[in-house]
């Protein structure tokens, strides 16, 4: 059996990776180059995709944003701001027997995590997209396992049918006092909403309006998404969605509400809207995200979504562990890592 090589791609190897992200069930728009690259530019931070190789063909890889934890230690992860997962992808080889799909996984994992461990990184993070389903080369090569959620809701049904009773009065309260939701693609309509949504918690948005008004150049230039909003009858935005979608499905990339309107129902009713809108469009799911926060799993999980489970795990070195103790020690109540 021949060595698998390990390698980084060059900037004018784009179309073959996007060639393997379009052909791997983990596949997803936030692995496209377009995407990643674009997201690395807005953060500042250094981006390499680490390809795996079978003699000439690209049959793996990975996606790592570069950066300094604590301004001394070398730290690779596969999300960012507006990236929930990225991780390892893996060729598709059709109809083959499971043996042989598990051993070929196993393969190109092990070889991707071997080169990661000479690359001198003091600490490693990387969540998989939920079409990982096996991460047990992760574990066997030491990695910390951990286990996220999400929610993925099929559009051809009437969500109606299956929404939950305080979902379905939300919607006919939100219809009776004249809501509407249209598309309406505005970066200051979102912003606006955005930052007041976290200034009532005392909070900061977890992201910056720079990145947030990039992203929403980079969706309308390579239309790859839309937002929605619903509107009081007086005009005023109560509710707004920003959905992405690749060729497997739609994701929903951030939501906001207006603090003074949260009694109406309007969420819901955009939501609501925003599913039947996709289905016009011919997405068969709308993967709802949410599912690793309490609040907003009480919310999405009110239309009857399936809850799937991914997989991550991380590498802390004996540099990053030993800072991370005397920071805590510090800073107890500080987990950041």
């Not at 059709?94 to 994992?109: A, L, N, P, V």
């Not at 509407?180 to 505005?186: A, K, V």
């Not at 990145?211 to 929403?216: E, S, Y």
Request: a neutral charge; one cysteine or more; proline letters at 5%.
């Amino acid at each position: 059996m021949r060595q698998l090589e390990v390698r980084e791609l060059g900037s004018t190897e784009s179309g073959a990776w996007d060639a393997l992200i379009a052909n791997s069930a983990q596949g997803t728009i936030f692995h496209t180059s377009d995407w990643l690259v674009g997201n690395a530019l807005l953060l500042d931070q250094p981006l390499i995709l680490l390809g795996c190789y079978d003699s000439e063909e690209l049959i793996g890889g990975c996606p790592l944003y570069l950066s300094r934890a604590y301004r001394l230690l070398r730290v690779a992860s596969s999300k960012a701001v507006s990236t929930p997962y990225g991780g390892v992808v893996i060729s598709d080889i059709g109809d083959t027997k499971q043996r042989t799909k598990e051993m070929r996984t196993h393969r190109i994992i092990t070889a991707i995590l071997e080169h990661i461990s000479r690359q001198g990184l003091d600490y490693v993070d990387m969540v998989n997209a939920p079409g990982l389903e096996d991460i047990r080369a992760f574990t066997q090569q030491g990695w910390n396992p951990a286990v996220y959620y999400t929610y993925v809701l099929p559009t051809h049904d009437d969500p109606l049918k299956t929404a939950s009773k305080d979902v379905r009065q939300n919607i006919r309260k939100a219809r009776r006092l004249g809501i509407t939701s249209d598309r309406r693609f505005d970066p200051d309509i979102f912003w606006d909403l955005l930052a007041r949504t976290f200034a009532k918690q005392g909070k900061e948005p977890p992201i910056t309006e720079r990145h947030l008004r990039g992203i929403f150049d980079l969706i309308k230039a390579k239309g790859i998404g839309e937002m929605r909003v619903a509107s009081m009858p007086s005009g005023e935005i109560a509710a707004a969605e920003v959905t992405l979608w690749d060729a497997k499905m739609a994701h929903s990339l951030f939501a906001a509400a207006s603090p003074e309107h949260l009694s109406t129902g309007a969420a819901s009713f955009l939501c609501y809207e925003n599913v039947n809108s996709l289905k016009e469009r011919s997405h068969r799911m709308l993967n709802l995200m949410a599912g690793n926060i309490p609040h907003l799993s009480a919310f999405i999980s009110g239309f009857n979504p399936g809850l799937i489970p991914y997989y991550g795990a991380e590498s802390p070195g004996l540099r990053y562990r030993i800072l991370k103790r005397l920071r805590d020690g510090v800073y107890p109540s500080n987990h950041t890592q």
